[in-house]
């Protein structure tokens, strides 16, 4: 059975910093790209970043500069550094797995966690 668990998720003020994780099992991590995803309330659920197999990143444009993906294969864990947040990033952030290489869609990722909130103060 295929799990992944989010955590490091919190409220913060703008302009602060949290270092999000999330770690998988059931899975052979390394055979999977790894992303985030958010959603915020009354909206769709978006991508935010994506790292693959090989380790190739990629961001969305409203987080490029502040946020960065990392994946730690013998922790079976990737991380979403978070910096100079804003209140338009509050949301729910998603981790996904996904065995098709390089995707950004949601449609992609084959596997989900519960999520963890990210609430951003003015």
């Known amino acids: 059975q295929v799990q992944l668990v989010e955590s490091g998720g919190g409220l913060v003020q703008a302009g602060g910093s949290l270092r999000l994780s999330c770690t998988a099992s059931?899975?052979?991590?390394?055979?999977?790209?790894m992303g985030w995803f958010r959603q915020a309330p009354g909206k769709e659920r978006e991508f935010v970043a994506t790292?693959?197999?090989?380790?190739?990143?990629n961001y969305a444009d409203s987080v490029k500069g502040r946020f960065s993906i990392s994946r730690a294969n013998a922790r079976n864990t990737v991380y979403l550094q978070t910096n100079n947040l804003q209140p338009e990033d509050t949301a729910v952030y998603y981790c996904?797995?996904?065995?098709?290489?390089?995707?950004?869609?949601?449609?992609?990722?084959?596997?989900w966690g519960q999520g963890t909130q990210v609430t951003v103060s003015s």
């Open positions: 790292i693959t197999r090989t380790r190739i990143t």
């Open positions: 996904a797995a996904s065995r098709t290489y390089g995707s950004v869609e949601l449609n992609g990722y084959d596997y």
């Open positions: 059931g899975l052979t991590f390394t055979n999977y790209d």
